[in-house]
């Protein structure tokens, strides 16, 4: 059965705070081929991975294509929007109490 990403956050609330830094580190280790190659985020001088983890980008403000729909963490955190670097979602994977913006 698969779990939507609400579901998929509230079971997240019990991780420890060592196991979430964990899981961030790995985010971005796996955002550097897709953050990390698309034009967006090219040239932008951002240095910072993982938006969906930890929200958005101070730096990045154009929009220029998106690769998150083709990130593994897309399909394994059940995501169903783009452009994370750019706009402060509800909830990201990290912070559960980030507003919309
Ligand atoms: S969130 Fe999307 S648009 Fe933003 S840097 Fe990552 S892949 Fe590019
Ligand atoms: S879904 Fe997007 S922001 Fe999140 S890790 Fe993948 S490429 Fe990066």
Redesign the pocket.
């Given at each position: 059965m698969s779990e939507t990403f609400e579901e998929k956050i509230k079971a997240m609330k019990t991780i420890s705070p060592e196991e979430m830094d964990k899981r961030v580190k790995e985010i971005k280790n796996v955002?550097k081929s897709?953050?990390g190659d698309?034009?967006?985020?090219t040239g932008a001088g951002?240095t910072q991975l993982g938006?969906?983890a930890v929200g958005k980008?101070n730096l990045?403000k154009e929009?220029k294509?998106?690769?998150?729909v083709n990130?593994p963490i897309t399909k394994a955190m059940s995501l169903r929007w783009?452009?994370?670097?750019?706009w402060k979602w509800k909830r990201t994977v990290r912070d559960l109490k980030v507003d919309m913006g």
């Open positions: 955002c897709f953050c698309c034009p967006t985020y951002e938006f969906c980008s990045i929009k294509g998106c690769l998150c990130c783009d452009y994370y670097c750019t």
